[in-house]
């Protein structure tokens, strides 16, 4: 039986160390859950950047997949436009993003032959995928990628799975806007439960 606490506390060499503690934390519960119940599906990050995030998911779930996507080059030029004259974010904070490489995100992971990397803009890098899912990471920042991200992760959860959607309560105001026009289309209320994470996430739960 695999202690699955100490597994992802241990993920980041050098052991704990990751610099949101609620986030991390609370993640490690979760997954508790997601066992405890017996919660089938696959995991994925959408947005992974240098997969600071991506690397606990790997090491918590040792027998599910971990599609990881991201361009791996920053965001869509549009939509960072977009996001930039909307006052959301700054081209420093665009910048900063073209700043990784996948080598860098590979050896972070624990179970290599888990990982699936599905790389160029989502949700073009789809590419037809069709999976099933008990957590998901939703990270990439703005309204339309988020939403996207909504849109194809939601109804693919299994009952009783897990999006984390990061930085909801955050500065970066599409995410919020986000999720309520995903809320509207669907025409159901999710359930939610904002986190006090550094960056506010939101974790919603397939009902
Ligand atoms: C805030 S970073 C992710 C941080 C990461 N989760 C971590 O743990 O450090 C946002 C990432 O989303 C990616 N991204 C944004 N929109 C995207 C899209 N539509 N398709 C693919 N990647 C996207 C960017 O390239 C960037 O690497």
């Not at 609620?22 to 990050?45: D, H, M, Q, W």
């Not at 081209?91 to 990784?100: I, L």
């Amino acid at each position: 039986m695999i202690n699955r606490s100490n597994t992802v506390r241990a993920a980041r060499k050098g052991g704990y160390q990751h610099s949101d503690y609620v986030r991390t934390e609370s993640f490690e519960l979760v997954v508790k859950e997601i066992y405890k119940k017996g919660i089938k599906g696959n995991t994925a990050e959408l947005g992974v950047f240098r997969g600071e995030f991506a690397q606990y998911i790997n090491a918590a779930f040792p027998d599910r997949k971990c599609y990881l996507f991201d361009t791996f080059d920053g965001f869509d030029a549009n939509e960072a436009l977009r996001e930039l004259k909307s006052g959301n974010c700054t081209d420093a904070f665009v910048q900063a993003y073209k700043q990784t490489n996948l080598v860098a995100v590979m050896k972070r992971m624990r179970y290599l032959d888990n990982i699936v990397i599905k790389q160029g803009y989502f949700p073009k890098s789809l590419e037809g995928l069709e999976e099933t899912f008990c957590f998901v990471s939703l990270d990439v920042d703005f309204e339309d990628s988020i939403y996207e991200g909504l849109k194809y992760f939601y109804p693919r959860m299994e009952q009783g799975g897990y999006i984390f959607v990061h930085d909801y309560n955050s500065d970066l105001r599409g995410v919020e806007k986000a999720v309520d026009r995903y809320e509207v289309d669907i025409g159901k209320a999710l359930y939610r439960m904002p986190l006090c994470d550094a960056n506010g996430t939101l974790v919603i739960i397939k009902g």
